[in-house]
Each structure stands twice: as C-alpha cells, then as structure tokens.
C-alpha cells in the first residue's frame, strides 16, 4: 500500500517537472544603471533557480533600450560587453543558504 501511494506520488511530480519544463520564458533585460560620462548603459534581468524552467533572453529588445539610453545622451549605438556578470538575488532553501534566484547583468557601452 505504502509503495503503490509512494509511487503514485513519484509519477506526480515527474509529471509536473516534465510539464514545467516543456514552457519557455522570455527574459527581457531592464535598465538598472549606467554613466554618461563613462557611456556605460547597465541592464539586468533575473531568473529563479530553485525550479529549474528553459528561458530564452530577448538582446533584441535589450539592445533597443541600451542604444536609447546612449542615443540620450549624445551617443550613436550601444555595444554590448562579451562579459556577463551573475549574483544571487535571493537566498532561500530549507537552510536559507541556497539561491533561488540570479541577477544577470550586461553592460553596454555606447559608441558614436
């Protein structure tokens, strides 16, 4: 009895992990930051760990909106940096030292 219920639940859950799996997210980087004076424009999006779900990210859009903030401030375009940088933006777990969530941030640096 134990075993059947034991394996119904299993199944449950494989079930619900393969179907939170299938759905992709779009993930469109944000404008948190930046310098003029440096002509740095700083985007970031985040993205939950504890529940692993396949996202894409949108650079279309991000590029859009870095090169509006340059193109405000006298520049021409906005290139982004080949380096990303990645932090924990919320610890959780059963011992609260796990990250359930990452920040990703991109710099981009304005042209003329």
Known sequence: MIRDTMGKIIAIVLVLLAASGCSSVTKIPEPYGGSKADGTVLLSYKFDT???????VDYVTANTKARKRCQGWGYKDA???KTQTSECARYGGLIFS??????VSLTYQCTN
């Open 79 to 81: 290139i982004l940096f």
């Open 50 to 56: 504890a529940i692993w779900r396949p996202f894409d």
């Open 98 to 103: 796990t990250c359930e969530q990452e920040s």
